[in-house]
């Protein structure tokens, strides 16, 4: 009888937004990295104080900063 199918929810391997997923699989971790965070919860630290440097002293002044972030960003996996 066919009636087992009835009431079964549909299982679709793919989401509903393929660009969503496409930009997920683009930011997970390669194969051959650990598990890591979003960019933007990375290096908490070293992301407020070059964010308040160039608030206070603008981009320019604040180049000490900005490479201590990126330095941070890829010790995390990140290629920036």
Known sequence: MGHAEVGM????KS???PAISQN????????DSKPRK??????P???RLRDECI???GEAACEKW???HK??????GFKV
């Open 9 to 12: 929810p549909l299982q679709s």
């Open 15 to 17: 989401p509903e937004h």
């Open 24 to 31: 997920l699989a683009a930011a997970g971790p390669t194969p």
């Open 38 to 43: 979003k960019i933007c919860c990375a290096c």
């Open 45 to 47: 630290d070293t992301k």
């Open 55 to 57: 608030v206070q002293h």
């Open 66 to 68: 900005i490479q201590a």
């Open 71 to 76: 330095q941070c960003l890829r010790a995390e």
